[in-house]
Nanobody, 121 residues
């Protein structure tokens, strides 16, 4: 089991930027696909972005394509989500997840506690 801790959430204005970070406890961090999901109030959790173990593959939800960028630094056991051109509909709790395969579904073995992102109009 991988322990994950997110940080970097907060309040931003529409059009602004935030960068989320997720630090993993695993020694074999580079073996895991890493993903970000989010859950807005009253809605189901949804996929945001995923990156493969060696950064050579990324996938994004249509709603964030071109605005968000996922990346990882295996030397620091950290995955990032750079969020630009934020919109009020990006307001949600953002979760980091680690798993054995690259997938847009919730088939990840480990999850963080989440970090709140609020975008004001």
């Amino acid at each position: 089991q991988v322990q994950l801790e997110e940080s970097g959430g907060g309040l931003a204005q529409a059009g602004g930027s935030l960068r989320l970070s997720c630090v993993a406890s695993a020694r074999a961090f580079s073996n895991y696909a890493m993903a970000w999901f989010r859950q807005a109030p009253g809605k189901e959790r949804e996929f945001v972005a995923v990156v493969s173990w060696n950064n050579d593959m990324t996938r994004y939800a249509d709603s964030v394509q071109g605005r968000f960028t996922i990346s990882r630094d295996n030397a620091k056991n950290t995955v990032y989500l750079q969020m630009n051109s934020l919109k009020p509909e990006d307001t949600a709790v953002y979760y980091c997840a680690a798993g054995a395969i690259v997938t847009t579904t919730e088939r990840y073995q480990s999850w963080g506690q989440g970090t709140q992102v609020t975008v004001s109009s």
